[in-house]
């Protein structure tokens, strides 16, 4: 990257003077005067006097088009927070329009450090509600930004990747959402070379080795499209050859992990006509002369980007093979393109009000401010922002054909939501192309999706889902499903009271038969199914400690000296691992063998055998409750045998095994898991996740395991994913 050069004010007014735009040049030059009278004395980290920072960020607004008022307001944006100058003297001399701009950028100033995480949620609030009164206010901003970044190397390391992460994280994907694709790549490129310098300087190097061949063949390419457009279209369209930014590059290759020489958009030509059926023209001329690559074609003209972008993007092959991307639009397009909504002020004489309040650029800031109004979690925050300005977004339709627009990776719970908050809510499954999918499904554009609705009283959406969907809205809509009815989680939490409770009191009842075994108590309260119970368990209208006593008492009559462990539910061993169970009986051949329900051994653990009447061995495992309490009853003692698993030789069966995996909570955590586990072919039959009181997350995966080594492996891989606390069996 270039060297900074200092922008001298002969400079700014050349500039002013070779533009075909007219400026109140002596406004501006008096701007001038009184910024520099102030900040005289004043030095930058670099060393130069301070106006030549208030100059350069006038220069970048130059540049983009932009109104008189926000020259005069970039050149004096510093002097109101640095200097003696007040608002007052501002408005008197420039109007108040001058004197809001600078007092909006001044207030986004004096909440920029990083310090406190509430301080940083406020910040970035206070950066969109400034943006929603006048766009001008973060424009300005923007370039403050931008020149900052530019002289970043004089800053002290700590404070430039803290500044670093703060311009990719919020003013970079704002830049983007502005349509601003200048401001936006720059500041990417340097964010990411003071956040990764290793990588850039690679990709730097890298792209430098490439430059040579690639400038001959986009010259060549450049060359063999006008010979060809020169017949077809008049005037012949301009040609312009296009290198990817560092960082576009660099997201390629370490976030998609592809090669730099599998990279189609490396080379990239843009050619802009006058009219759009012109467009279609070149495009049907580019696929005649070169082969088009399948499924890379986008139509952004018909359904344009989010922010207001529009082209038509092809991939051929051209001459020896190389891929190359092409970039088709009017120049009214590119403007769009370039300048985003600061084209309204380049190329359309600024805006009525000085805002553009029907931008639909504008509509997402207000969408975001709404949703994070009660928010104090920064990373939330943030998540939010990067989420809803993602760089690339998605167009799926309704089956009535009601398009609706969402970040990369949304998926069709976010697509539900993004309709009604009751069809989200009511979602029971979904359909993309007429297939049913699953609700991780991501979309992508151009599909029809249909959300399949549930009427029956009571279904609302799972907590899960808050760690599958993407989008800021979706999330907000299931928390507060979830503040208002935790039935959900008030089951899970009464269900698993009630199951530690009969454990504690040794109470096994079978599934099939619990509902009836808890008839009374049911009723009791009014709960017509166990569901209700359970939920009222979870919420504390039934209270165990009361019931509990009394349960044991029934389970002690019905039950009778059935409680016992030869009368554990057990399954048979043949279910799981068929004929070979793999089982040893110290002293005994050919006998039934079964697996104790309650601790379900896996080959490796430490087992022991119980003598059933009539059923054969059941296992169990050596640290089973049952066994622990049971070993030393002198009617029984003779009844446990040791057993073991045979040697090696035998195909290993599968067992199903409940893995608890406790983790801080955070977005995509299933996700991670479930592609650790895909990573080493397991298949997850269950999952369900909850949040814990402390903020962290249980989440509950049931997988088929063949034995203690697979599950060792399982569990370490599972404990390396980031966040994760601890992983660990189920009821143990
Ligand atoms: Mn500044």
């Not at 640095?82 to 701009?101: H, N």
């Not at 309204?344 to 800031?365: F, N, P, T």
């Amino acid at each position: 990257m270039a060297e900074e050069k200092t922008i001298t004010v002969d400079m700014l007014i050349q500039k002013i003077l070779d533009g075909e735009k007219q400026y109140d040049l002596s406004k501006i030059v008096s701007a001038f005067e009184l910024a520099n009278k102030y900040h005289d004395g004043q030095k930058r980290e670099s060393g130069e006097p301070y106006i030549t920072h208030p100059m350069a960020v006038a220069y970048i607004l130059l540049e983009l088009g932009l109104d008189t008022d926000t020259l005069c307001a970039a050149l004096l944006h510093d002097v109101v927070e640095d200097t003696d100058c007040t608002l007052e003297i501002l408005q008197k001399k420039f109007g108040s329009d001058v004197a809001m701009l600078v007092n909006g950028v001044t207030k986004l100033k004096k909440v920029e450090t990083f310090t406190k995480d509430e301080q940083k949620a406020e910040n970035i609030r206070k950066i969109l509600l400034a943006m929603s009164e006048d766009i001008r206010v973060i424009i300005i901003k923007l370039a403050d930004r931008l020149h900052n970044m530019r002289t970043l190397n004089y800053c002290r390391d700590e404070k430039r990747r803290n500044i670093a992460h703060e311009t990719m994280n919020i003013y970079a994907p704002i830049a983007h959402r502005l349509g601003i694709r200048s401001i936006k790549d720059e500041l990417e490129d340097l964010s990411f070379k003071y956040l990764d310098p290793y990588a850039y300087n690679e990709i730097e190097k890298q792209m430098n080795l490439r430059k040579g061949s690639r400038d001959q063949l986009v010259e060549d390419l450049k060359e063999k499209i006008r010979e060809r457009l020169e017949k077809d279209i008049h005037p012949t369209p301009a040609i312009e050859g296009r290198v990817k930014s560092n960082y576009g590059i660099y997201k390629k290759v370490y976030r998609d992990g592809k090669e730099i020489d599998q990279i189609y958009d490396r080379y990239a030509l843009r050619i802009i006509v006058n009219t759009v059926t012109e467009c279609y023209n070149v495009l049907g001329i580019i696929h005649d002369m070169f082969r088009p690559i399948p499924n890379r074609f986008k139509d952004y003209i018909s359904t344009p980007k989010a922010n207001m972008y529009q082209s038509l993007h092809t991939t051929v092959i051209g001459r020896e093979g190389v891929p190359f991307e092409v970039q088709i639009r009017t120049w009214d397009m590119h403007r769009t393109a370039e300048y985003g909504i600061a084209a309204h002020w380049k190329y359309k004489e600024g805006v009525a009000g000085g805002s553009s309040k029907d931008d639909q650029r504008l509509a997402w800031i207000r969408q975001i401010i709404e949703s994070q109004q009660e928010s104090d979690d920064v990373e939330e925050i943030v998540r939010a922002i990067k989420n809803d300005l993602a760089p690339e977004d998605v167009f799926a339709f309704t089956p009535k054909g009601d398009m609706i627009t969402l970040p990369v990776g949304a998926t069709v719970i976010d697509f539900a939501y993004a309709i009604h908050t009751e069809v989200g809510h009511k979602m029971c499954g979904a359909k993309v192309d007429k297939k049913m999918v699953s609700y991780d499904y991501q979309i992508k554009t151009g599909e029809i999706i249909e959300i399949l609705t549930s009427n029956v009283a009571g279904h609302g959406p799972s907590r899960s889902w808050l760690n599958i969907c993407k989008t800021n809205e979706a999330k907000s809509k299931i928390r507060l499903w979830f503040k208002r009815e935790r039935r959900e989680e008030n089951i899970f939490e009464g269900r698993s009271a009630l199951e530690r409770e009969f454990r504690r009191n040794m109470i096994r009842v079978p599934e099939d038969e619990l509902e009836e075994f808890l008839k009374m108590d049911m009723k009791r309260h009014n709960c017509d199914t166990l569901d209700d119970f359970f939920a009222a368990i979870g919420y504390g209208g039934v209270q165990l400690s009361k019931l509990i006593a009394r349960l044991k008492n029934e389970y002690n009559k019905k039950y009778g000296e059935k409680a016992t462990a030869e009368n554990q539910p057990e399954k048979d061993i043949k279910s799981a691992t068929g004929n070979s169970a793999g089982i040893v009986v110290d002293g005994v051949e050919d006998c039934v063998v079964r697996f104790a329900q309650c601790c379900n051994p896996l080959p490796g653990d430490e087992i022991i055998g119980f003598i059933t009447r009539g059923h054969g061995v059941s296992v169990h495992r050596k640290d089973c409750v049952n066994y622990l309490n049971q070993k030393d009853d002198p009617a029984m003692k003779d009844r446990w045998v040791s057993v073991k698993y045979e040697g090696t030789g035998k195909k290993p069966g599968y067992f199903k095994c409940t893995l608890d995996i406790i983790a801080v909570d955070r977005i995509g955590l299933l996700a991670d898991v479930s592609s650790a586990l895909a990573m080493i072919n397991i298949y997850i039959y269950e999952s369900t996740a909850r949040e814990l009181k402390n903020g962290n997350a249980i989440l509950s995966i049931t997988v088929s395991i063949a034995g203690m080594e697979q599950l060792n492996n399982v569990i370490n891989k599972l404990k390396k994913i980031k966040n994760v606390i601890s992983v660990e069996r189920s009821g143990r």
